[in-house]
C-alpha cells in the first residue's frame, strides 16, 4: 500500500537523521527496492533474501548502518 509505505520512510527517515545514520534497512514480504530520500538510503529487502545473506544472524551487515 503506497500510503502505508510513504509513512513508514517518513518515520525511518526521521529515526535515521535522529541516530545520524546513511543508511536504513527494511525488511518485507517481497518487495525489493533501494530509495534515497532527503539524503538517506533506505534499502528494501525481502524477508527471505535477508535471512540468506546474513545465515539467520539478527546482526546486520555493516551495509546496512
Known amino acids: 500500500d503506497p500510503k502505508t509505505r510513504e509513512r513508514e520512510e517518513k518515520a525511518l527517515i ?3 537523521k535522529e541516530l545520524k545514520l546513511k543508511n536504513g534497512l527494511a525488511v518485507t514480504l517481497d518487495f525489493e527496492e533501494t530509495k534515497k530520500i532527503d539524503g538517506k538510503t533506505i534499502e528494501y529487502i525481502p524477508a527471505w533474501k535477508w535471512l540468506l545473506e546474513n545465515n539467520g544472524s539478527p546482526k546486520q ?5
Not at 551487515?61 to 548502518?65: D, M
Open 61 to 65: 551487515k555493516k551495509r546496512y548502518r
Open 14 to 16: 526521521v529515526t535515521m
